[in-house]
């Protein structure tokens, strides 16, 4: 068995990596690897801060992100890797593939960039090999997701990712972006969203494909 740590939205506070996985080793855990599902806070002044780590961390992008700082990728340690939508990456034995970025609820303030691509959809879909994992940082239409913000709003998500899991249909799909704990069985794929990584995090054993949710054990 594996354990892989699992983290919402950072919102460029990179302390909160470390803090979280200290956390979940004081717990027993010993994650090899990490996934965060977006908003990790690609900006100018933060991207030096992020930590080196003595395991992998697997990221994408959210919808608060300085999209015009992708060049600055590089500078992130390289223990940091991007997982891309027209490629199966092995994390821990299972294929995962990353879509990142989401539009905003207020879809007036979406900024450029942020959006999920129609090509992302299409190159996901030409993968070959079976994907087990799905990570994306919103969640598709129509498993029964919820928010509160500007709302409440009922079955939000994306109508694209919902067209990319009716055509791939994984096992396990991992999304960040609506900020509270969240799972469901629906149509053969166990669906689980993430708090903000300030609030908690998750185990995902591998062998099992199961999470278990954690809250904060210490402060900042």
Same mark, same amino acid.
Request: charged share 25%; glycine share 8%; proline share 5%.
């Given at each position: @068995?594996?354990?892989?740590?699992?983290?919402?939205?950072?919102?460029? &506070?990179? &302390?909160?990596?470390?803090?979280?996985?200290?956390?979940?080793?004081?717990?027993?855990?010993?994650? $090899?690897?990490?996934? &965060?599902? *977006?908003?990790?806070?690609?900006? +100018?002044?933060? #991207?030096? +801060?992020?930590?080196?780590?003595?395991?992998? /961390?697997?990221?994408?992008?959210?919808?608060? $992100?300085?999209?015009?700082?992708?060049? @600055?990728?590089?500078?992130?340690?390289?223990?940091?890797?991007?997982?891309?939508?027209?490629?199966?990456?092995? #994390?821990? *034995?299972?294929?995962?593939?990353?879509?990142?970025?989401?539009?905003?609820?207020? &879809?007036?303030?979406?900024?450029?960039?942020?959006?999920?691509?129609?090509?992302?959809?299409?190159?996901?879909?030409?993968?070959?090999?079976?994907?087990?994992?799905?990570?994306?940082?919103?969640?598709?239409?129509?498993?029964?997701?919820?928010?509160?913000?500007?709302?409440?709003?009922?079955?939000?998500?994306?109508?694209? /990712?919902?067209?990319?899991?009716?055509?791939?249909?994984?096992?396990?799909?991992?999304? *960040?972006?609506?900020?509270?704990?969240?799972?469901?069985?629906?149509?053969?794929?166990?669906?689980? *969203?993430?708090?903000?990584?300030?609030?908690?995090?998750?185990?995902?054993?591998? $062998?099992?494909?199961?999470?278990?949710?954690?809250?904060?054990?210490?402060?900042?």
């Amino acid at each position: @068995m594996t354990d892989i740590l699992v983290l919402g939205d950072v919102h460029a &506070q990179p &302390q909160d990596i470390t803090r979280q996985l200290e956390n979940s080793k004081h717990m027993g855990y010993k994650p $090899e690897a990490i996934i &965060q599902l *977006g908003d990790i806070g690609i900006w +100018k002044d933060v #991207i030096k +801060k992020f930590p080196r780590l003595d395991i992998p /961390l697997y990221y994408i992008l959210g919808n608060h $992100e300085d999209f015009h700082a992708e060049l @600055m990728l590089p500078g992130l340690p390289d223990c940091y890797i991007m997982l891309k939508p027209d490629k199966a990456t092995n #994390i821990c *034995g299972l294929k995962a593939v990353g879509i990142g970025k989401s539009n905003f609820i207020d &879809q007036y303030n979406t900024p450029s960039g942020s959006t999920i691509r129609h090509e992302d959809i299409k190159n996901c879909m030409k993968i070959r090999s079976k994907i087990d994992m799905m990570i994306t940082h919103d969640c598709p239409s129509d498993i029964g997701m919820r928010s509160n913000f500007f709302g409440p709003w009922e079955n939000v998500g994306s109508e694209l /990712l919902e067209e990319l899991f009716l055509d791939i249909k994984p096992k396990l799909w991992l999304f *960040g972006h609506h900020h509270i704990d969240f799972t469901v069985f629906n149509n053969g794929c166990h669906f689980i *969203g993430f708090k903000v990584s300030n609030d908690g995090f998750g185990i995902l054993d591998t $062998e099992n494909k199961a999470v278990r949710f954690a809250s904060s054990i210490s402060e900042r």
